[in-house]
């Protein structure tokens, strides 16, 4: 069928500076296998077969891998909730399996509609968004999309948000099945009025959020923090002593843009949360304090878009950094960071990641 | 809809002003050019760093497939676009596409159809490769292109070698007829059976045209324009709101369009 060919077609890239004429490539579903048709003469190179050759030599000199609260990640690269979709939507792009981790679009307990448009808006080094959860609900992934993602070697993360304490223990019990590998907590989203950010700036009632949840899965538990508080380091020791397994922050700045011409906000929900480069200092300092307030592992993020700024992030006490509006400005930004962070390690002589994270403490 | 979107690198081939603040860029892309379908479009990466920081979408205005070419055309708005207009033959930019879903070809081959295309502004950009395809395709096209004045009015010719008979409309009457897009409609369709409508352009065109197919009961597509972020349906940033597009209120302008069908969309009062 010629969708299906399409569909396989759709990850690799050809290299028309070698391949004189164009013609048709098929993979495999694994994506791993390039099969060439006639008259190409195997001189097509895909970003697959680089992908998979710079995963060898990384294997053979520099140990990438790191453990987040007992879950083993190839690498400390993932993406950021809400930046990703379910991450078939990036599979054009790059090879999935290559990332540490995919964090999927926050669910909640019934489908959302999320918040009307404009929602989105670019303000200087920044995105400010205000997609209000929009998403299908967790039956809806459990029965679709789930099944969906096996066919991936990757840890699939999966972000919850709940309007009561209450309801994230019952999300956690329904995604606590084989294929989702950790729960991230969203007590921290600006954009919905219930919940969300309102629980991540009461240490009390992030603690009490991450309890329900901790009662209700033996999945590992990472909560996801809110920069829109003034004590970072209090609310990430609360939900440490709730039994959180990790830490990860942040999540957006509330912030607003103002549309001069129309003289009205630029975004219909008036707020939004800011992410991008602009964000980056703010993010790293409060990495900083939260790594230094808590034992748990940190994953780090805010306006990560090269290898240089995660090291920042891992220098800084972050076992793992997260990319998100990175994707929207390359969306192979995950491979890139991955690939520089290598290169890092074995420009400096350092065989195993882990030996970076903190350096800057020290 | 599945399709090959890849991120490649685009080379510069011309690049030029065609009308006051609108551009021509023409691209050399042969991964996206092979794929391309009418309707479609690209994001173009306007500079290295954060300014601007995200891609910018641009309707594909023209597919030339044997030499592996593409043109768009924009109008220099904001920041994207003014560093955009500084590039020139010879340079590369990052680009990713064919992106979103395209125009509906009218259905069985052999059966001929008379075709209106109607398109305001810069919206007449995705209507040129539509065009040529129509014609290619054995199809009868109109063309009816509207502009503010004549300063704006731009890509004439190209469009009088795809289709049929060209309209030219500006408000203000200094070239082709004066007027709105939408008045040269109703007479010719009272003249002649259409059996389609593409449109593209401001969203208070795009109703009006929207209306007048729903009185006329022809089928009606419409391109539109949003803010977008990721492009590939994941961030739900450039969503509008449709009545009922997979039972949801809200499509992604990115995947589920940029093309949908007229009476799917509510418009803004």
Known sequence: ?362 | MIYLVVKTSGMVLEHVEVANGIKYLKLEAPDIARSARPGQFVQVRCAAGCSPLLRKPFSIHEIDRANGTIGLLYEIKGHGTQMLSGSRAGESMEITGPSGNGFTLPGDPGEECNALLVGGGLGIAPLLPLAAELREKGHKTTVILGFNDASRLCRTEAFAREADRLIVTTVDGSSGEKGLVTDPMSGLMKREKINVIYACGPEPMLAAVARIAEVQRVKCEVSLEAYMACGVGACLGCVCRTKSIGGKPYARVCTEGPVFDSREVIWNG
């Open chain 1, 1 to 362: 069928m010629d969708d299906a060919r399409s569909d396989s077609e759709a990850g690799l890239r050809t290299d028309v500076k070698n391949c004189g004429k164009t013609g048709f490539i098929t993979c495999r579903e694994d994506g791993l296998k390039v099969e060439v048709k006639a008259g190409m003469k195997n001189k097509i190179r895909t970003d697959m077969e680089e992908d998979m050759k710079t995963d060898m030599t990384a294997n053979a000199k520099v140990n990438m891998e790191v453990e987040i609260a007992g879950l083993k990640l190839k690498n400390p690269v993932l993406t950021a909730s809400g930046t990703f979709g379910f991450g078939k939507e990036y599979s054009p792009f790059l090879d999935l399996n290559r990332l540490g981790a995919v964090v999927v679009k926050g669910l909640t307990l019934n489908p959302r509609e999320g918040n009307p448009p404009p929602r989105i808006i670019e303000t200087p080094a920044g995105l400010l968004n205000s997609i209000g959860l929009q998403n299908p609900g967790v039956d809806y992934f459990l029965e679709y999309i789930l099944p969906e993602l096996a066919a991936y070697d990757t840890n699939f993360i999966v972000n919850i948000s709940g309007n009561t304490p209450e309801e994230y223990g019952l999300l956690a019990a329904k995604l606590s099945v084989p294929g989702v590998a950790a729960l991230e907590v969203n007590i921290s989203c600006p954009n919905v009025k219930a919940g969300g950010m309102a629980f991540g700036t009461d240490p009390e009632m992030a603690a009490e959020v991450v309890a329900n949840v901790k009662a209700n899965t033996r999945l590992p538990v990472i909560a996801k923090l809110s920069p829109n508080v003034t004590d970072i380091a209090a609310v990430a020791s609360a939900v440490e002593k709730a039994g959180a397994d990790a830490v990860s922050l942040i999540n957006t700045l509330l912030g607003m843009a103002i549309d001069i011409k129309k003289r009205k906000p630029a975004l219909a929900n008036i707020m939004g949360g800011l992410s991008g480069p602009a964000v980056k200092p703010v993010a790293l300092r409060m990495v900083w304090q939260t790594a230094e307030a808590v034992r748990v592992p940190v994953i780090g993020m805010g306006g990560i878009v090269t290898a240089e700024d995660a090291l920042e992030f891992i220098f800084a006490g972050a076992r793992a950094v997260a990319i998100g509006t990175g994707n929207f400005i390359d969306p192979r930004a995950t491979i890139s960071v991955i690939e520089g962070l290598e290169k890092y390690c074995l420009e400096n002589g350092i065989e195993d990641i882990n030996q970076l994270v903190g350096a800057a403490r020290k």
